[in-house]
């Protein structure tokens, strides 16, 4: 089998790429590069070419049909807690950090449901449903400084796994930037409903491989 090949970034695709998301978002800083080219697995580092820090869905859907189209490597990346190498950008290229998508959007009382950003803190969502009456189970080893992204890329459960399940049981629908750039929404925010494949399950646990979580809406329970 042909190993694909990738193009590297340049000084024009830099240009561009500030151009795109404010320059700001957009960082070759070596501290930053040394930062973001390592997570919590043991003795691993793959630096990235360029770190861009989007804040919005569409400046992602932008970046993505960008690189997509110059054939430019895109690693998404959370809070970088991970054990597994998800978030190492192993063909160099570009490093998506979501960091910047940190906002609770909703808790829905009534309906029993959360709708967050995926860069929102584990132990922080947590705490925020507790105030409402609502639990949300879910709460791998690192849950004060993991992302929901994170926890999404690897369907992380926790101790309350046993009883409650796995991050994966509490995923009613999730809006994803695939690499193309094509905004998608992956299912309903209800507790059934009878169309389609189950998108929604088959991101879970994808470790980022299939597209880039934008929002997500969980089940809550009292």
């Not at 990738?6 to 501290?31: C, F």
Request: aromatic content about 8%; charged content about 20%.
């Amino acid at each position: 089998m042909t190993e694909l090949s990738y193009n590297s970034v340049t000084s024009i695709t830099l240009a561009e790429l500030e151009e795109m998301l404010g320059s700001d978002a957009v960082t070759v800083d070596k501290e930053q590069l040394d930062k973001y080219g390592q997570d919590e697995t043991e003795d691993l580092c793959y630096h990235p070419e360029v770190v861009v820090k989007p804040y919005n869905v569409e400046q992602v859907s932008e970046l993505m049909k960008y690189c997509h189209h110059h054939r430019i490597p895109v690693t998404t990346r959370g809070a970088g807690t991970g054990l597994s190498g998800g978030a190492l950008p192993i063909k160099g290229g570009v490093l998506l950090s979501m960091e910047k998508f940190n906002r609770i959007l909703d808790i829905d009382t009534r309906n029993l449901q959360g709708t967050v950003e995926p860069g929102v803190i584990n132990y922080i969502f947590q705490e925020e449903v507790k105030k409402h009456g609502l639990f949300y189970p879910p709460d791998p080893a690192s849950w004060g400084s993991c992302s929901l992204g994170g926890n999404i890329a690897h369907s992380s459960g926790g101790p309350k796994a046993v009883k409650y399940g796995t991050t994966r049981d509490y995923v009613l629908n999730l809006e994803v930037v695939l690499a193309n750039g094509e905004i998608i929404w992956t299912g309903a925010d209800t507790l059934k409903y009878s169309t389609g494949y189950n998108l929604t399950h088959l991101f879970v646990g994808s470790e980022g491989t299939l597209g880039v979580v934008t929002k997500i809406v969980f089940k809550l329970i009292p």
